[in-house]
């Protein structure tokens, strides 16, 4: 197989065979002939708006086309077909004119062609700023809380990052994050649980770390107003600075910035955050600051319901139970609380204080109809396979079932029959005659772990771990997911993760993944992109990239393009993908160009530390921190920061009179966020762990290491 790199081996001006473009243009073809729809073109899938081109002899200020007799006749147009036929100047003639009627002494007509024209003169074209500006505020932050209410209905990360993306309005990002903070001191912990892993998601990829300090520092200034919503706003406003600072949103030294008068809410604002960062352990318990992830991650969520189940079968508090479910604040997953006590209750000596529990929130409406059904139904449908650990499942199922509609529980469309297979060969497995396939119980636990398995590839860049990971997993018929997930996820990243992806394919086909399970995987692609383009808007182009791509590094063969138009639908965004790509296929040095599709995206570690170097080299002779904060965001390499605070100390050591730059440096990316604790204190642990082989070249490193370490932990850039 071909690596990737090596063009010695390809084939000169175009890739795709003379054979190979006309099974191509076959197939697309008779896949035309079966809807007269034209697929989109390649202007569509850059997502340009079409452009109307007005047809020869038409006036373009009137709705029809213009006879020849109706020119000759229209005194308006020039004879030699020059003008658009409008009067010139609203009617104030040309040149050597007395201007318009009814034109006032002293009244100007402003000229913008004019050479002395001045626009900030024209009063006609004046628009004022501050107004627009506080129109644009006032719109972002209706949407931002549009969003945040959708977020906290849905849980959604990835959607509510894009949806704040297509606001495309960086500069604003602070009112997110005084928004988000605000909103969550009014609700439960679930939401504020939310709120922060939200701010960590978004955190320098949405929004930058200047806006996120700017809103945090927005929300401390208006502690006064929000008190009169929230009495206990210091304490979850600590709590929220420090879950920040522990997550690397914020930098230690944020807490520092916190000033006030003795006694104001800002000084004890900044007591406590400065209690909960000094106390033993405090990573470990402000992870966990607002409880589990019960109400928020689906896994917790569900352990929550069976625990609070499992002390009411103790108990038996009612009031206890109704308590905890309030606060678990979940009503759309009230379904499962449902199920959980069905299933209890049948494990139970008796059921009866599990069906008295139900009534009750059923009563107090605590539960609802809808999600009492649901949870009932969720149990029929699973009955045949409880059956085999309980026996009597059955029979408790129909008592309770019996109570549920007596008592109004549920709809009278729950009749206890299963709506969808379970297992194959238990009943329910055909429904109405017809044989259905199960979903393979496997396919969830894989794609969490494919998506796993991609986004620390994209964090570490370690293709054999994810041949490893993939050949541990033993799910040799799933790879196609595996390849669909890492090509989507890679989309809606940067050019760096698309070069990754686009690199790792080669290395994993056909070892670990088959070269039909790659084809699948693109094919499932091709064939909902029109959804995916919802999503992420350059989808069509990107998947061109990707798909050609993979065909010029031999991942896909050239007959890929034929095979996969006839799975694909007539107007499809897919089909034209196809099209697109086999066309930019034959024209000439197309492996050249597709090989440099992500502008060289992924730099090598030595490529990197050779940046990394230069850019220390040029800010030790300039001492420009700015651009020196500027080009190492522009490396887009958070993971490997550690790498150059661990070169930066060395050359520290190097050249004791340029320490104090050095340090200066590091202390200003740190306090930036631009550098966060995690990178910063490994660059220190790699250097200390070295220090022995150091000093043999150094012998100072030691003591000098020992100085800039405190300095560093007495300033707050780095932690203790």
């Not at 002395?116 to 003169?121: A, F």
């Not at 199922?397 to 238990?426: H, I, K, M």
Request: charged share 25%; hydrophobic share 40%.
């Amino acid at each position: 197989m071909r690596k990737p790199g090596n063009v010695t081996e390809r084939p000169a001006p175009s890739f795709l065979t003379q054979e190979q473009r006309e099974a191509l243009d076959a197939a697309l073809s008779k896949k035309r002939a079966e809807q007269p729809t034209p697929a989109p073109t390649s202007a569509s899938l850059a997502g340009d708006e079409a452009v109307v081109k007005p047809q020869l002899g038409k006036n373009p200020h009137s709705e029809g086309v213009k006879t020849k007799r109706e020119l000759l006749h229209d005194h308006h147009l020039n004879r030699k077909g020059k003008g658009t036929g409008r009067t010139k100047k609203s009617g104030a003639g040309g040149k050597y004119t007395w201007g318009a009627q009814l034109l006032s002494d002293g009244e100007e007509v402003v000229d913008p062609r004019d050479p002395n024209y001045d626009s900030g003169d024209d009063s006609s074209r004046l628009v004022s700023f501050q107004e627009e500006r506080t129109t644009q505020i006032a719109m972002f932050k209706k949407a931002v809380a549009m969003l945040l209410e959708e977020y906290y209905n849905s849980g959604d990360l990835n959607e509510a990052a894009v949806s704040l993306q297509e606001l495309d309005h960086p500069e604003f990002g602070h009112y997110m994050v005084k928004r988000a903070l605000a909103t969550a001191l009014d609700k439960h912990d679930r939401e504020r649980e939310m709120t922060s892993v939200l701010l960590s998601t978004l955190y320098n990829e949405v929004i930058a770390p200047d806006q996120v300090r700017k809103g945090f520092m927005a929300a401390i200034e208006a502690m006064d107003d929000l008190r009169l919503d929230v009495p206990d706003v210091v304490d979850q406003l600590a709590l929220f600075i420090c879950r920040a600072v522990v997550d690397d949103v914020l930098p230690p030294s944020f807490v520092g910035r916190i000033s006030g008068p003795a006694g104001s809410l800002a000084a004890e604002l900044k007591h406590k955050c400065e209690l909960h960062l000094g106390a033993k352990h405090s990573a470990e318990r402000l992870q966990r600051c607002w409880g589990s992830g019960a109400g928020f991650k689906f896994d917790e969520t569900k352990e929550s319901i069976r625990s609070m189940l499992q002390e009411y079968a103790s108990s038996g508090d009612k009031n206890e139970v109704r308590r905890l479910l309030g606060q678990l604040a979940v009503p759309f997953f009230h379904h499962e609380f449902v199920k959980q006590a069905l299933l209890l209750g049948m494990d139970a000596p008796s059921q009866e204080p599990f069906l008295v529990l139900l009534g009750k929130l059923s009563e107090t409406n605590e539960v609802s109809i809808s999600q009492m059904s649901k949870g009932f139904q969720r149990v029929a449908d699973n009955l045949a396979d409880t059956i085999l650990d309980a026996p009597g499942a059955k029979d408790r199922f129909e008592e309770a079932l019996r109570a549920a509609r007596e008592g109004g529980w549920v709809d009278e469309s729950v009749t206890g029959q299963p709506t969808t297979p379970s297992t194959p060969g238990t009943p329910g497995a055909e429904l109405n005659g017809h044989a259905t396939t199960p979903f393979h119980p496997s396919v969830q636990a894989f794609k969490a772990a494919a998506l796993d398995i991609v986004r620390e590839y994209f964090d570490s860049g370690d293709a054999i771990e994810v041949a490893r990971a993939l050949t541990e997993l033993d799910e040799p018929g799933f790879t196609n997911m595996f390849v669909k997930h890492a090509i989507t996820l890679a989309m809606d990243r940067k050019d760096r993760e698309r070069e990754m992806v686009s690199a790792l394919l080669p290395q994993l086909v056909p070892g670990v993944v088959s070269g039909d399970q790659v084809a699948l995987g693109f094919r499932r692609l091709l064939a909902g992109l029109d959804d995916l383009a919802l999503d992420i808007p350059g989808a069509a182009h990107l998947m061109e990239m990707f798909l050609g791509r993979a065909i010029v590094d031999e991942v896909l063969p050239p007959r890929f393009l034929a095979e996969a138009v006839p799975h694909l639908e007539p107007a499809s965004l897919g089909l034209a993908v196809v099209q697109e790509t086999g066309t930019k296929l034959s024209a000439k040095h197309a492996a050249e160009r597709f090989d440099a599709c992500w502008h060289g995206g992924m730099a090598t570690i030595e490529a990197l530390r050779e940046q990394g170097d230069s850019l220390l080299r040029e800010y030790l002779s300039s001492g420009d921190l700015g651009e020196a904060e500027r080009c190492l965001r522009n490396l887009n390499v958070p993971h490997f920061h550690h790498d150059f605070v661990s070169r930066s100390l060395l050359a520290a050591f190097e050249d004791e009179a340029q320490s104090g730059k050095v340090l200066g440096l590091l202390k200003q990316l740190a306090d930036s966020g631009e550098i966060n604790q995690t990178q910063m204190s490994k660059g220190f642990g790699r250097v200390e762990a070295r220090l022995e082989d150091i000093s043999l070249d150094l012998p100072r490193a030691p003591q000098l290491f020992a100085q800039f370490k405190q300095q560093a932990q007495e300033a707050g850039w780095l932690t203790a």
